[in-house]
Each structure stands twice: as C-alpha cells, then as structure tokens.
C-alpha cells in the first residue's frame, strides 16, 4: 500500500535542546509504503516514492491529516463509566466513584460489556498504543485483553493487585495475586500486539508482601511491564509515610523491591521530592502525566520542568475515569494551560512538545519507541487521519491555517473524537469514517480465532 498524505510526526525530540527548528516534522505530500506486515517500507515526498515503486495501490488520503497513533500511558479499564464525577479529592473520589464501580467487574458478562466500551473509547480516540490499569478481577483482565486482540490494539495491561483499604470483594493475598498474574501473562504476554503489566494498584493499598509478589512476577514474565501511581494528592502521600516508615519516600516504597526500571511507567508524580525524582531518573522510569485528571480531582501542578531538569521521562495519560475523557489532544492541550499558567515554573509548550508528548514520548515510555511513535522507516504503520466534517472550526482553522505550526496548534486546540475518521494499527485499518471495527471476528465461546 503507498499511502498519500499530508503528515506531521516528531522524529525528534523537541525538549532536546539540540532540536533545531519547530520541533516537529511535516509534510505536505508524503508517500509512504507500508507492506503487508505492517512496516513502512520507504517515506518520502509522494512524487518519488510512487516514481519507485510503481505498482503499489495508492491510497490518497489528502482530505484529512496524518498523525501517528496516540499513546495512552495511564488509562484505567473498568472506569469508563464513572468519567465525569466533579468535585471530589482523590481518595473520597476513589470511595465514592471508582472503587464501587470496580466491584462490578467481578460479574464476567459485565467485564465483557465494559471492556467493548471501554476498547471503542481507545479506538474512537485515535489511541493505538496504550498501558491500561486493569481490573482487580482476573477473568474480568481477559475480557479486555481478548477485545484488545479483536481490535489488534497494542496494548500492556495486567490484573491490579491490592490487599488493604480498599472494599473487600477488591482484596487479594500476595499468593493468589503471584498466580493470578501467572495464568493472565501465559495466556496474553507477547500475543499479537499484546504485553503483561505488574500492577499493583499503589502503595497505600499494597502492603509489603503484595509488592514483594509483583516482584516476582516481573522476575517469572520476561519482558512484562510494571504500572503503579505516585505523589498523586497530598492526603494520600501523608498516609504512605505513615505506612512504611522505614522507607525514605513513596517512591522507595516501589523501589525497595526493585519494581523500577525502564520497564516501569508511574502515573502522577504530582507531588515528587528531588530524591524522588533522582531516584526515577536512574532507574529509567517514565512518568505518566494525566493534565485533566490532576486538574478535575484537584490533585495539583504537575511540575514537568523538574521532572525534565532531573532527566525523567514524562508522557500523556488521559487517566480515565478521572480523567475526562479518552481524548489524548484534549490532555495536550491541558497540559499546555497548566504549564503555561504556572508561570516561571511551568515548561512553555509548542505544538510540536504536544504531538511528541502524545505519540513518541508514550512510545518510548512504554519501551516501544522503536516500534511505533512516529511514521518513519521502519516503523508500524500506527496512525490516524483527522477528517474534521465540513464546517467546523477545525476544518475551517485547517484550511486557513498559515503555517504548519499554526495547522498543528489547531488540531490540539480542537480536534476531538469526532474528528478522527481512520486509525490503523500495525498497517491494520480498525477504524473508518469515525466506525470502528474489528480485524478479527468475536470467536464463539470455548473457541479463540487464530490471531491474524
Ligand atoms: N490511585 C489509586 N487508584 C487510583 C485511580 O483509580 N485513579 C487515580 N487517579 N488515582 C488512583
Ligand atoms: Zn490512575
């Protein structure tokens, strides 16, 4: 297939000072080969690469823009439907809304309802790539991976473990949580698209031995990721301390059992100490930073210039449910607010910090960076075309847009699901004119479709 495109992507990083120009990559009439396994093959103005490759089915796709897929490296599964609860700290917030409706994921024929809701959110989003908090229910783990693979989404995603303070249907013991990991990755680590993610829900509901198990089960599931939160809300970080005194902060309370690393992604990190953040930046671990998740809870300033001054990785989570919405522009675009009305402490962002924060940097959180998060050679061929209907503001601020950088600015400041027509996933087209739909089909109960 050539793909004909108008495109933008960011090859390179535009936090690094050594970024020369807009900080991101755009292409007014790219050509890009993608073969049938999904790789783009070769890039480059359309004129040349049709010129080369002659008897490739082109696919003109100049009524929209071209973006790689988005990366959703906070998202929680079993809470689209409690999106949208106002006015409530984190933890009356987790009391009232999110741990009741987590209960219900105990029901298979539930979890299986929530998990199609919740992998068309992803997909109508344009998100191809995500790291998904689970549900404390095994069975209800493998209604979501299942719906993933019907979808060919990439996603990492794992059983959540915890075994105090939260409602009892929701605790486990560090053994059950040790097998119950076990059978989930030998039936989804390395399938398809999809990976194994240790979660523990976060400290303050995770004693010592739970974490001790997670430990484990990274050492037992080669290459299997590890999630958690961090430094979300003050009155949460109080309790921490008061939890594990003998550790130096929350986020030694992860690290004493070595669940840091490359491999590891922490939501929040609203509130870090500079040994914290020293901490995470050696060990490589990314953060994920949810801007309406910390706004909607009132959690606080996500302080990125810091964590990039101490050299932490930092990506988008769209956090939902208590994040509003699936929408990985609109968390851009929030980001871009926060930061900009946090003063000198706040890091100014442009429109290519956004699209990078939103692809590459989720891609590289996520230890996929060679795999996806731009459309280069050599990559998947991960990506959405933004198809603003006729008459909107953003298809009217496209078409009058002055430069690439202003066409840019727009789609964060407007686009919305409603925008975004087609998404392929690995050369896959899962998505078309705005509908979704599944590259394999739902298999009869007893029997799984051959991955394909
Ligand atoms: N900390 C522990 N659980 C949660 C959750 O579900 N959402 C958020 N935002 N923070 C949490
Ligand atoms: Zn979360």
Known sequence: MLYRARAFDTPDDPFDPATAGPGFRHDDDLGLLVSDDGVIRARGPFATVAAAHRDAAVIDLRAGLLLPGLVDTHVHFPQVRVIGALGMPLLEWLDRCALPEEQHLASPSYAATIAGE???????????????FGSHFAPAVDALFAEAERYGLRMTSGLVVSDRMLPDPLLTTPQRAYDEALALASRWHGRERLRYAVTPRFSLSASDPVLAACRAVLDAVDGACFTS????????????AGQFPDRAHYVDTYDHHALLGSFAVLAHNVHPTDPELAVMA???????????????????MFPLTRHLAA???????????????????KEGLQAYFLQHLMGDEGMPLGAGHLLHLATAAGAAALGLGD?????????????????????????????????PEAALGKVFALASDADVADVWVGGEQIASGGFVRPVTPRAPAGRRTPAG
């Not at 795999?371 to 009058?400: C, M, N, W, Y």
């Open 311 to 329: 050299g932490v990785r930092v990506a988008l989570g769209s956090d939902v449910g208590a994040g509003t919405g699936f929408s990985i522009f």
């Open 371 to 403: 795999t996806v998060g731009d459309l280069s050679e050599g990559k998947q061929f991960d990506a959405l075309l933004l198809r603003p209907p006729p008459g909107t503001a953003l298809d009217i601020g496209l078409r009058h847009a002055d430069t």
């Open 118 to 132: 919740f992998v068309a959110g992803l997909v109508s989003a344009g998100t191809t790539t995500s790291l998904v």
């Open 282 to 300: 050696a060990r490589g671990t990314a953060v994920a930073y949810c801007p309406t998740s910390n706004a909607a809870l009132g959690s606080g």
């Open 229 to 240: 939160h961090v430094n979300e809300n003050n009155a949460e970080v109080a309790t921490v």
